[in-house]
């Protein structure tokens, strides 16, 4: 069965960094595209980065580009997403999810599969 679980969640004060993790299970991870998306209760999910198979293609929205970098480790069937210069805007749930294929997309629609979310907070 596929699954998705995120980590690396927490509250952090604006300008700090943190790092996200999200392992996968229960499918052949390397031949999937990961991206990572974030929710403010009563927006719409806004997608924040992509990462192709076999690892080479990256995608980034642009409020976040500079500042965030995803990467991945097939032997480990993780991806990550360092988060630096944090704004308290930035303020989310945090979910990875996948899709087959190697078109790397930050359209929420294209991922069919998603991970339960790890609530990032930035306050001071």
């Known amino acids: 069965q596929l699954q998705l679980v995120e980590s690396g969640g927490g509250l952090v004060q604006p300008g700090g960094s943190l790092r996200l993790s999200c392992a996968a299970s229960?499918?052949?991870?390397?031949?999937?595209?990961i991206g990572w998306f974030r929710q403010v209760p009563g927006k719409e999910r806004e997608g924040v980065a992509c990462?192709?198979?076999?690892?080479?293609?990256?995608n980034y929205a642009d409020s976040v580009k500079g500042r965030f970098t995803i990467s991945r480790d097939n032997a480990k069937n993780t991806v990550y997403l360092q988060m630096n210069s944090l704004k308290p805007d930035e303020t989310a749930v945090y979910y990875c999810?996948?899709?087959?294929?190697?078109?790397?997309?930050?359209?929420?629609?294209?991922?069919?599969?998603w991970g339960q979310g790890t609530q990032v907070t930035v306050s001071s």
């Open positions: 990462i192709s198979w076999p690892g080479g293609s990256t």
């Open positions: 999810a996948t899709r087959t294929g190697r078109i790397c997309t930050i359209n929420e629609p294209a991922y069919p599969y």
């Open positions: 229960g499918f052949t991870f390397s031949i999937y595209t």
